[in-house]
DNA sequence: ATGGCATCTAACAGATGA
């Protein structure tokens, strides 16, 4: 079985290269971040014509996550408070969650907040955000052994995850805070960055700028993760970042990132 | 230090992304 997370940046304008990606790589499941559009305004035939299943949570201009699967899933859950209940529900307004299960198998897509500048409102949010996910996940860890939580994490786990980790500690996505949050909310609950189980190398990024021409010199981030958890870890076979739609014609500034799993 | 590029909108400039 074969997974892709990819966040899209507009599923509209880049409908083109999500169905030219996906008749070259017929992945089971296609979790998609950032669609950037209202759910009646998805463009469901497209891809159903292409024999996948289509569940999405939107919302108009940000944010937006969406399931592409062969097969139907099981138990499409939207937002933290599906499994946490109305407390959460604050944090839902901006859609950024969505579950569903394949067989014993539970996948969590996830758009993790962008956090603009270290010590704004936006950064309090992520590491708010970062905190409720690790409940989120404390409660579906128990009741899921095979549990797949993939997506955009705004976040490099380590300094061979970015280009030049230079002032890595002023910059978002690499502060010490947020490493800590990722830690905390997704490590520490044993869940495995299973891209590192296969490469260990550096220079492995999902992400380049649009400025800077950060594609052509390879100035990217890994910031696009699939974290398993340890049952499901021992059924990886592999992990690949696929940057060939990064090069086409007005691409996402990210990359698909796929897991092979023996399920 | 700044802006650089791309996407969205009760748009045509400003917010957001990372």
Same mark, same amino acid.
């Given at each position: ?16 290269? *999500? ?5 070259? @790589?017929? &992945?089971? #499941? !296609? ?6 559009? %209202? ?16 569940? *999405? ?5 940000? @944010?937006? &996550?969406? #399931? !592409? ?6 138990? %499409? ?27 014993? #198998? ?9 956090g603009?500048e270290i010590g704004s409102?936006?950064y ?46 002023t910059h978002i996505?690499?502060s010490?805070a ?86």
């Amino acid at each position: 079985m074969k997974i892709a997370t990819w966040n899209v940046n507009s599923v509209r304008s880049r409908l083109d290269h *999500i169905c030219q990606w996906l008749e070259a @790589n017929p &992945v089971d #499941l !296609l979790c998609l971040q950032e669609t950037k559009v %209202v759910d009646p305004d998805f463009p469901r035939a497209a891809i159903a014509a292409l024999g996948y299943q289509v569940y *999405i949570f939107g919302q108009k201009s940000y @944010n937006g &996550v969406a #399931l !592409l699967s062969r097969a139907p899933l099981a138990d %499409v859950a939207m937002g933290f408070a599906a499994v946490l209940g109305e407390e959460s529900a604050a944090l839902d307004e901006q859609k950024r969650v969505i579950s569903g299960r394949l067989g014993q #198998l539970c996948v969590v897509n996830l758009y993790v907040p962008n956090g603009s500048e270290i010590g704004s409102e936006k950064y309090d949010y992520k590491l708010r955000w970062l905190a409720t996910l690790r409940d989120y996940l404390k409660t579906l860890l128990p009741q899921h052994p095979y549990l797949l939580v993939c997506g955009d994490f705004n976040v490099a786990p380590e300094d061979r995850d970015i280009h030049n980790p230079k002032g890595r500690e002023t910059h978002i996505m690499s502060s010490d805070a947020e490493r800590a949050a990722l830690r905390q909310s997704i490590l520490d609950l044993g869940l495995v960055d299973i891209f590192r189980q296969f490469n260990s190398e550096s220079d492995q990024f999902s992400w380049w700028d649009y400025r800077t021409a950060a594609f052509s010199r390879n100035s990217g981030w890994r910031i696009d993760h699939h974290y398993l958890s340890p049952a499901l870890s021992l059924k990886a076979q592999n992990c690949t970042i696929d940057k060939t739609p990064r090069a086409w014609e007005k691409p996402s500034d990210h990359t698909p990132v796929i897991v092979e799993l023996d399920l």
